[in-house]
Nanobody, 115 residues
């Protein structure tokens, strides 16, 4: 079983930056996809960015050029660097690990972009 704990959310002004972290523990297979999702009340959870076990990354069009996903295998941590934040980036952000036969979610961390 995989456990995920997000941190790094908070209140930031438009144009500012935040870095989210997701500490990963448990048994991770050789092939996986790790990702960040976000959700606002009343809307579906949406994919923000993902990274495969091979290192390939992908981003939602709305965050391309502003967000960067990365991982530190030595620290078992997934990151999301968020720059040039906009009010529409306000959401609860969730970390996810997808492996064959299983998916795990963190508890979420709130990001609020407001002046």
């Amino acid at each position: 079983q995989v456990q995920l704990v997000e941190s790094g959310g908070g209140l930031v002004q438009p144009g500012g930056s935040l870095r989210l972290s997701c500490a990963v523990s448990g048994s991770i297979s050789s092939f996986y996809v790790m990702g960040w999702y976000r959700q606002v009340p009343g809307k579906q959870r949406e994919s923000v960015a993902s990274i495969t076990s091979g290192g390939s990354t992908s981003y939602a069009d709305s965050v391309k050029g502003r967000f960067t996903i990365s991982r530190d295998n030595a620290k078992n941590t997934l990151y999301l660097q968020m720059d040039s934040l906009k009010p529409e980036d306000t959401a609860a952000y969730y970390c996810n690990v997808l492996m064959v036969g299983s998916t795990s979610w963190g508890q979420g961390t709130q990001v609020t972009v407001s002046s």
